[in-house]
């Protein structure tokens, strides 16, 4: 049992760790400054003994009082949506953010965990992606203020590593998914889902042959507390390696919905990757880490998330 920071606690996966942590007796300390992310997805938790929130953004001077013995870093916005929305915001929290969270991690003696990202390796000429990959990213594209923000943040880590042995983990999150996801996100799930539900046309991009893995929130998370717990400071992927096309994720949303909606085609993103799907290697072999979740009953427990918000 520990005390926790999470900043971007109320984000789609910062609630989650944070139910997490709570579950296994952890106090946690939740930051965010709610440009994402929503107080409906802690509002279970306010009160909780253990459980506390700070309004905050961390791309300005982070300060919690008492002790601390982990900080997880997720804040940042994530989503297509926000690249062209909030660029500058998100640029701000993978430097200003990151270094503020290393910063009270060094100031407390507590471990730092940061969430990075499979957009590191942009879209990549090697294929499944190893954390010995180094990338492909296009850092003046409209995807390049999130790739290159977690790819500094990720220098930045390791940088209070070796200068001022602040003891770090690292995971690469690979496209996860489940509910407290907002919907209108402009991720290929939350579109998808959305669209089917309301029996609305579901719009694919390019001809829907590009890859990508999907992660259920669950086992992301599992996979976090995994790396927190052990000796490795990463990077480590954590996600999904069954690999699916586009065209395969939008017509398994339609079946899980029972929805009428048709499938139409649109031009293709800017620098989106044509392929996405971690190497395992490491989170099988250091932490005897597996995904359980399938993709088909991952989608049915997110479209019942919609269902009830919607």
């Known amino acids: 049992m520990g005390r926790v920071v999470v900043t971007g606690g109320s984000g ?27 107080l409906r997805n802690i509002e279970d938790l306010i009160g909780t003994p253990g459980f506390t929130f700070q309004h905050h953004d961390v791309s300005n001077y982070v300060h919690v009082s008492g002790a601390v013995d982990a900080v997880m870093h997720l804040a940042s916005p994530a989503s297509p949506a926000d690249f062209e929305r909030i660029p500058i915001q998100i640029l701000k929290v993978g430097s200003r953010g990151t270094q503020h969270a290393l910063g009270l991690a060094k100031d407390k003696g507590a471990r730092f965990f940061l969430a990075s990202t499979s957009e590191v390796y942009g879209d990549p000429l090697v294929h499944p992606q190893p954390e010995t990959y180094w990338g492909n990213v296009n850092p003046i594209g409209p995807r390049g203020v999130y790739d290159e923000a977690k790819r500094f943040a990720e220098a930045m880590t390791f940088a209070y590593h070796r200068y001022h042995q602040v003891d770090v983990r690292v995971v690469r999150i690979f496209n996860t998914y489940g509910p407290s996801m907002r919907p209108d996100d402009g991720r290929a799930v939350s579109n998808f889902l959305t669209q089917a539900l309301h029996g609305k046309p579901i719009t694919v991009f390019g001809e829907g042959t590009q890859t990508r893995s999907f992660t259920y929130v669950d086992d992301e998370i599992r996979g976090f507390l995994a ?51 971690p190497d395992l290697t490491l989170a099988r072999t250091k932490l005897g880490w597996e995904p359980t979740i399938q993709l088909r009953e991952g989608l049915e427990r997110t479209a019942a998330y919609f269902q009830s918000i919607l």
């Open 227 to 277: 790396l927190l717990d052990s000796d490795e400071t990463g990077p480590m992927n954590i996600g999904n390696d069954n690999e699916f096309t586009i065209l395969e994720l939008a017509q398994l949303a339609i079946e899980v919905t029972n929805s009428s909606s048709e499938i139409v085609f649109e031009p293709l993103p800017v620098d989106d990757p044509m392929q996405r799907k």
């Open 12 to 38: 789609f996966l910062g609630s989650h760790l944070c139910r997490a942590l709570l579950a296994r007796g952890d106090e946690v300390v939740a930051i965010d400054n709610l440009i994402t992310g929503s």
